[in-house]
């Protein structure tokens, strides 16, 4: 293990120059006209495999390709799966970027540029870590897969097959995610709950075309007051989402939950602090960490309708449209929710207007027992690489993959985020702390170590 340390002490120039390539790729999957760039960042990946002596596979999908790569199995020891995922969120608004989102650029030890933490620099710690492992003692102590996708941003549609169709390919005793965060700079976290999402559109059509909205506005239904009356209706003034049966499943926080939220180092000040607001809202009765981590919401993404141009412009719009999407929390099942949400706002349409959801993707929750083998290895691993021991966290964000992982391959889901809350994910300038970037990769390498002093397994 000495060596291993010795290597990523050594390269952290080598590292940081590897990340900074990676970034260079705009690998926006929801971009179709970025589908080659999106291609190269696979290519990238595999390359990285193939310098430490790996072979990996580049695997098509119906969408953006899959890297695959193995290090040699290990008998009697368990196996890790590291996944991760290449793609990245689309960097609009461009003119908010202090530099460009492909540029990536180092300020005050942080890089800058589009997939910095989330995910490209947060998976790289697990291949340099392994680079480290096979280019100091030549081998690892466990077998080692990856998986890398290129569509956890636009839900993973693809992936979830391919996992059911290759549960002998991915079989393992632990999934190793690194895309979430620490609980703050300097403490780091192990997540042991995610939330779910369902993500939907909804596009209403009025009259045939645009209209005169003197001549005709007050005798017919605005698509984009029909839009705005439907989505205001899915919640009321309390932060209670509307739709019949919603809360049926939902997995209540416990009390030894809440009493742990309320000791962790955090004010609801600071909290508002960051994100620069002056007041919030969110479901009566929860503090603002139990809303974002433990119970489902609804925000809408994007609305699309009328006249945004210069000055001013009468338009009565002939159609509108919104993005919007649920967060869930175990056990809240996406097709349920999909059905509901569907008569509730059938019920709602207004005279003159068509309506017609979208449902573009939906995944569960989960949340992770603390109490495993392999939680006590990542424990001694991050508490080895950071110098303290983490603190366990539910987070708010979703990896769309997780729930099949679990259910499919029936291993043990370890989420180790690197990442810091103000890394910016998914808005202008987001970032990746380096000295995170190191340390996670440390904590990559050690865990392997840790894992393979766990008792034998029959895998
Ligand atoms: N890295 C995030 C997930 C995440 C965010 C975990 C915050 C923990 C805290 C991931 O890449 C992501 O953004 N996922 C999408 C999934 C969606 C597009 C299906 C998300 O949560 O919006
Ligand atoms: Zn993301």
Known sequence: MQEVTRYI???????????????????????????????????????QFKQCGLAPEIIPTAGHPLV????????????????????????????EWITPPFEPTVRNGNIHARGATDDKGQMLTHVKGVEAWLNSVGKLPIQVKFLIEGEEEVGSVNLAPFVERHREKLACNAIVISDSSQFAPGVPAITYGLRGIAYYELKLRGPKQDLHSGTFGGAITNPAGALATMLAALKDADGRIQVPGFYDEVLPLTDRERAEYRALPTTEEQFMQSVGVDG????????????????????INGLTSGYQGEWAKTVLP?????????????NQDPKK?????????????????????????????????????????ATGAISAAFGRPPVFVREGGSIPIVNTFSRQLGADVLLLGWGQNDDNTHSPNEKFNLNDYHLGTLASACLWEEISRLPPTKQ
Not at 69 to 92: I, M, N, R, S, W
């Open 280 to 299: 919030m809202f969110g479901e009566a009765g929860y503090t603002a960490l139990e809303r974002r981590w433990a119970r489902p919401t609804c925000d």
């Open 318 to 330: 002939a159609r509108a449209s919104a993005k919007f999407s649920f967060r869930l929390v175990p």
């Open 9 to 47: 002490q050594t390269h952290r120039d080598d590292f940081e120059r590897d990340l900074a390539d990676l970034l260079r790729i705009a690998s926006v999957s929801a971009d179709s006209r970025q589908n080659s760039e999106t291609r190269r960042a696979a290519e990238w990946v595999a390359g």
């Open 337 to 377: 929710i999909s059905a509901a949400l569907q008569k509730f706002l059938e019920a709602r349409v207004p005279p003159g207007i068509q309506m017609e959801l979208v449902d573009h993707h939906g995944a569960p929750g989960i949340v992770i027992s603390l109490d495993s083998p392999y939680m006590r290895a």
């Open 68 to 95: 695959y790569a193995e290090t040699p199995a290990v008998p009697g020891k368990p196996v890790a799966l590291v996944y991760g995922h290449y793609d990245v969120q689309p960097p609009e608004p461009l003119d």
